[in-house]
T-cell receptor
Framework: EDKVVQSPLSLVVHEGDTVTLNCSYEVTNFRSLLWYKQEKKAPTFLFMLTSSGIEKKSGRLSSILDKKELFSILNITATQTGDSAVYLCAVEARQATDSWGKLQFGAGTQVVVTP | KAGVTQTPRYLIKTRGQQVTLSCSPISGHRSVSWYQQTPGQGLQFLFEYFSETQRNKGNFPGRFSGRQFSNSRSEMNVSTLELGDSALYLC????????????????????FGPGTRLTVL
């Protein structure tokens, strides 16, 4: 059975700290891994990763994928209180009878940044 | 471009009733996926529609159904509501073309709407 596991489930850090979030997966027919940030409502897209070893960056956030070891990390440097959210990892995979486009989500990591 | 819109934003129903939720994708997107989010189960995939056809399906009972119209707008229906159906229902839109053309994968990001909060009493 396909699975996506995120760790830690939650963490509390002080403003200015760096956080590293982990996402490991076991799926058949992997195609992409996505990171989303969810505050109060809808998840907002952060990154899509398809190739190993290529870091994606957006401001203080960065992410990388290791397709050999089947995991990804999301780093947030110089954290701010506005980074407080649930960070979701999702993997796009496909069963034989499916088409692409089906995302399987991890449980998420709750990040709390204190002033 | 306008984002994904969902209506209604909040809904309260009683057990046994049925409900219809609506999702309008980003202009030009042809794929709409539906997800259920609960504190216990997280985000779970319901189904995906592309060009008015259901292309992918999750592991939900037949009480959950959907459809897509020619303008790509999609509706989701839940019949005979149960207490456990209380959740945030999210739809996500994408071009859907990566389902056909592997080379388009990086352009096929799913963007989420604000969700419909359904409470079943």
């Amino acid at each position: 059975e396909d699975k996506v596991v995120q760790s830690p489930l939650s963490l509390v850090v002080h403003e200015g700290d760096t956080v590293t979030l982990n996402c490991s997966y076991e799926v058949t027919n992997f195609r992409s891994l996505l990171w989303y940030k969810q505050e109060k409502k809808a998840p907002t897209f952060l990154f899509m990763l398809t190739s190993s070893g290529i870091e994606k960056k957006s401001g203080r956030l960065s992410s990388i994928l290791d397709k050999k070891e089947l995991f990804s990390i999301l780093n947030i440097t110089a954290t701010q209180t506005g980074d407080s959210a649930v960070y979701l990892c999702a993997v796009e995979a496909r069963q034989a009878t499916d088409s692409w486009g089906k995302l399987q989500f991890g449980a998420g990591t709750q990040v709390v940044v204190t002033p | 471009k306008a984002g994904v819109t969902q209506t209604p934003r909040y809904l309260i129903k009683t057990r046994g009733q049925q409900v219809t939720l609506s999702c309008s994708p980003i202009s030009g997107h042809r794929s709409v996926s539906w997800y259920q989010q609960t504190p216990g189960q997280g985000l779970q995939f319901l189904f995906e529609y592309f060009s008015e056809t259901q292309r992918n399906k999750g592991n939900f009972p037949g009480r959950f159904s959907g459809r897509q119209f020619s303008n790509s707008r999609s509706e989701m229906n839940v019949s005979t509501l149960e207490l456990g159906d209380s959740a945030l229902y999210l739809c996500a839109s994408s071009s859907g073309l990566a389902g056909i053309n592997y080379l388009s994968v990086t352009a096929d990001t799913q963007y989420f709407g604000p969700g419909t909060r359904l409470t079943v009493l």
